[in-house]
Nanobody
Framework: QVQLVESGGGLVQAGGSLRLSCAAS????????MAWLRQAPGKEREFVTA????????YYTDSVKGRFTISRDNAKNTVYLQMNSLKPEDTAVYYC?????????????WGQGTQVTVSS
């Protein structure tokens, strides 16, 4: 069992930055690839980015490439999402998720989400 707790969301102006954190419980954090997904009002949840268990591999959805960076610290059981040059269309609830199978759309554990609001 893995419990995930996100933090760092908030209100920011367009062009600003935020860093989200996701802290995981337990000693098995490094066994999981980690991902960030988001859900905007009235829309389906969508994939944002993922990172492999070691952190050596990452990939992003096209809309955030060059603006968002995912990273992880296995010693701290934490995954981060640095978001720069934020746009109003980035407004959503952001969720972190743990997955056994990196590169798939199957997620094994979810956090409760953190709201990110970007004003124009």
């Amino acid at each position: 069992q893995v419990q995930l707790v996100e933090s760092g969301g908030g209100l920011v102006q367009a062009g600003g930055s935020l860093r989200l954190s996701c802290a995981a419980s337990g000693r098995t954090f490094s066994r999981y690839a980690m991902a960030w997904l988001r859900q905007a009002p009235g829309k389906e949840r969508e994939f944002v980015t993922a990172i492999s268990r070691s952190g050596s591999s990452t990939y992003y959805t096209d809309s955030v490439k060059g603006r968002f960076t995912i990273s992880r610290d296995n010693a701290k059981n934490t995954v981060y999402l640095q978001m720069n040059s934020l746009k109003p269309e980035d407004t959503a609830v952001y969720y972190c998720a743990a997955q056994v199978l990196y590169g798939t759309n199957k997620y094994d554990y979810w956090g409760q989400g953190t709201q990110v609001t970007v004003s124009s």
